[in-house]
């Protein structure tokens, strides 16, 4: 769990975006410290009032991420997180996620921060989720993303027709 090569994004001038925060529900303690870190990262850049939308599991990111982009939200942070059991499951739903997230946001246009963490055990899972103890903040760094893309986005001019 190394943060070598990870840029420390920092985003101004953003306060106006209408972003959602939309969160598994399975791991309490993991996805408490996710969201806790993605409001956190959208407070310091000025946006006070995020939608966080809860939805059962990790599986359920997708479809709820398109309804809000669909919905006028000019960001989207997925917060979830899947552990390794003894069954393909991991597999099947980390890939669903990941393929259905990429799907809307390129479909859609909206950027979306992945905060999904993919882990063998709680313990890698702590160890990512900005709790006391944890050595990064993924919830935090999934949001700055979706804003700084949103931000990066602004600064391309709209095609000449």
């Known amino acids: 769990m190394s943060r070598a090569g ?9 306060a106006d975006l209408r972003v959602a925060v939309v969160a598994a529900q399975w791991h309490d303690e993991i996805m408490k410290g996710l969201v806790e870190g993605a409001l956190r990262a959208l407070h310091d850049a000025k946006i006070e009032e995020p939608t966080v939308v809860r939805v059962p599991g990790t599986f359920e990111l997708p479809v709820a991420a398109r309804a809000l982009a669909e919905r006028g939200y ?13 069954t393909p499951h991991f597999d099947y739903v980390c890939q669903a996620a990941t393929y259905g997230l ?9 950027p979306i921060g992945f905060g999904v963490l ?27 993303a979706a804003i700084a893309t949103v931000k990066a986005l602004r600064t391309v001019a709209e095609p000449w027709h």
């Open 118 to 144: 993919t882990c063998d055990t709680v313990d890698q899972a702590h160890a990512r989720a900005g709790l006391e103890g944890s050595r990064e903040d993924k919830g935090y760094e999934a949001a700055m």
């Open 74 to 86: 000019q960001a989207i942070v997925a917060l979830g997180v899947v552990v390794r059991g003894d």
């Open 6 to 14: 990870s840029p420390d994004i920092h985003v101004e001038g953003v």
């Open 102 to 110: 990429t799907q809307v946001a390129v479909t859609t246009g909206v």
